[in-house]
């Protein structure tokens, strides 16, 4: 891959976007995303992500040079189809995905972050959607993902004025779960990735769909979905795994099945 790179380290799979000078989202960034996923998807040894940037941005958003060469509106709605639909996948992805948000991340940049599942931040960083000052708007879901964390005052202010919030505003506001000096912010994350990835995949992967559950369906759905995958993950030999080993006070041993 040219501008994604897969290192693994203790079930994690450290994901480097490098595309400089600012990591800009350009629709070969997006494919590489796609056919990433289908190999972690397939890697029973990845059992976590996380997602940050080489240099000095997580990612300032979308190439801007490339939509000059888009000729008509449909161009366009099929270029933020194609996004939408690969972070969609991302939100929905059964291993937990953490992006750990240095400089800034804006526009596309913030998009992405936002279909990962946990983020954390530097304090400095800068968090927006700048679409605005172009004439523009959000194209990979931004406005409606961004008011489900923040609420909708503050998810229109964010958009309307453009201007991008720190990273420790970002953690007040609901967007970030944590925010790190700098120099910290990727051993943090890689900390709690770590910590994730000792969990059971069958487990973790039931979780992510809770979740998701819990935003696009009702409550009394949300609970009859739940009791369906407690079954399933109790019946699991990593759910009989995590018995035994709580009844022995010993560490389990997940297996992912």
């Not at 409550?219 to 009791?227: F, I, L, M, Q, T």
Request: proline content about 4%.
């Amino acid at each position: 891959m040219q501008y994604l790179s897969l290192r693994k380290d203790n079930h994690v799979g450290f994901v480097t976007l490098n595309r400089p000078p600012a990591n800009a989202l350009a629709s070969g960034v997006i494919e590489e995303l796609s056919l990433l996923l289908d190999e972690v998807e397939k890697d029973e040894e990845i059992r976590v992500l996380l997602l940050h940037g080489e240099g000095r941005f997580f990612s300032a958003g979308a190439d801007i040079k490339e939509f000059t060469s888009i000729q008509t509106g449909e161009d366009f709605a099929k270029l933020a189809g194609k996004g939408q639909d690969i972070f969609e996948r991302l939100e929905q992805f059964g291993k937990p995905v953490i992006a750990a948000i240095h400089g800034a991340a804006l526009g596309g940049g913030l998009e992405l972050a936002m279909a990962c599942h946990i983020r954390y931040v530097s304090e400095n960083a800068k968090l927006g959607l700048p679409e605005l000052q172009l004439g523009l708007v959000p194209g990979f879901a931004g406005s409606q993902r961004l008011p489900r964390y923040v609420g909708m005052p503050k998810a229109a202010e964010m958009l309307l004025t453009s201007e991008p919030i720190t990273g420790t505003e970002a953690v007040s506001w609901g967007l970030a779960n944590a925010a790190y000096p700098e120099e910290n912010l990727l051993e943090e994350a890689s900390k709690t990735a770590h910590k994730i990835a000792e969990k059971s995949p069958v487990a973790m992967k039931a979780a992510i769909e809770l979740l998701n559950y819990a935003k696009n369906h009702d409550y009394a759905n949300g609970v009859k979905r739940e009791g369906e995958l407690f079954g399933h993950v109790f019946m699991s030999e990593d759910g009989k795994e995590g018995i035994s080993a709580f009844i022995e006070k010993r560490k389990p041993e997940f297996k992912g099945k």
